[in-house]
């Protein structure tokens, strides 16, 4: 079975400061691992997507994100916050095993302070 | 592309109505999906379909909930009758051949609150 754990509900930052959103897969079969973002009261954004080729992603709006099988991570960074990046992020995990239906982590709900 | 369309953006009812949820997923994706999120339970699938096929509904929660792809641009999603327990953001996402590598697109939802 899939699952996806994100180890924190709440991430506050300081504008300018590094983010670090941390998430955990299990996954039986090669999986595809996805950081989708979601404002408040929009639908949810593509951040970037991990498929088996570089371990090291680049996404959107600075973000980027290292898949580590050994530890089984696929934590997200960004070097520097910004206001706008308040919002909630949802890692997410796939494979062809689930008919590459997408297992939802809880969601990691980032606050950006001034 | 104007992106995966869902209607209404918010709908309230009250209970023992019957809900209907629009959705138009990108032109030439060929997967649709059905999500429901709440605070409790955050994002789940309600159902997916490959074609118009529905391939799996396991996550339809009761017999009042029923989905439908007549072609390859339209689904709906119905409820009846609806009761409060249903308030959720239901998003509707599509996704292009491909299988597991390909990302899901989503809309931006339909708020529902059933009173």
Redesign the interface.
């Known amino acids: 079975a899939q699952s996806v754990t994100q180890l924190d509900s709440h991430v506050s930052v300081s504008e300018g400061t590094p983010v670090l959103l941390r998430c955990n897969y299990s996954s039986s079969y090669s ?2 691992l ?1 950081w ?1 973002v979601q404002h408040p ?6 951040l970037l ?1 991990y ?1 088996s080729a570089a371990t090291l992603v680049k996404g959107i709006n600075g973000f980027e994100a290292e898949f580590k099988k050994s530890e089984t991570s696929f934590h997200l960074t960004k070097p520097s916050a910004h206001m706008s990046d308040a919002a909630e992020y ?1 890692c997410v995990v ?3 095993r ?5 297992i ?1 982590g ?2 990691t709900k980032l606050s950006v302070k001034p | 592309d104007a992106g ?1 369309i869902q209607s209404p953006r918010h709908e309230v009812t009250e209970m023992g109505q019957e809900v209907t949820l629009r959705c138009k997923p990108i032109s030439g994706h060929n ?1 649709l ?1 059905w999500y429901r999120q709440t605070m409790m339970r ?2 789940e ?1 309600l159902i ?1 379909f490959n074609n118009n096929v529905p ?2 509904d396991s996550g339809m929660p009761e017999d009042r909930f029923s989905a439908k792809m007549p072609n390859a641009s339209f689904s709906t999603l119905k409820i009846q009758p609806s009761e409060p327990r249903d308030s959720a953001v239901y ?1 509707c ?1 599509s ?1 292009l051949a ?12 339909t ?1 529902l609150t059933v009173l």
């Open positions: 999986p595809s996805f989708y009261n929009k639908g949810l954004q593509l997507k498929t949802f796939s494979s062809r689930s008919q590459g239906n997408l939802f809880k969601g | 995966v997967s999906f955050g994002l699938l997916y391939i799996d998003f996402a996704r491909g299988g597991a590598y390909n990302e899901q697109f989503f809309g931006p939802g708020r």
